[in-house]
């Protein structure tokens, strides 16, 4: 798994603790529901860090708290 698709996982994951839809997320989130869509999709490759951080902001949580999960934790490095 790469970081962008733990990053994925992590929003589904977040989603479903708070019932929020993609595009209700997107609105909370203030980003381009479009955008996010994308992204979930894998149309997007990677996510802006400022979308990211609102995505955060919506879930009411901090970045930290975002990246503090195991799969995100034991990401490898590519060589």
């Not at 980003?31 to 009411?60: D, R, W, Y």
């Amino acid at each position: 798994m790469d970081i962008n698709e733990a990053i994925r996982q992590r929003i589904e994951e977040l989603k479903t603790e708070h019932n929020l839809a993609t595009y209700s997320l997107a609105l909370k989130a203030e980003i381009p529901p479009s955008t996010l869509k994308q992204f979930m999709n894998g149309s997007i490759v990677s996510i802006k860090v400022g979308h990211l951080l609102n995505i955060c902001f919506a879930f009411e949580i901090s970045l930290s708290e975002f990246f503090d999960c195991p799969y995100i934790k034991n990401i490898q490095r590519d060589d």
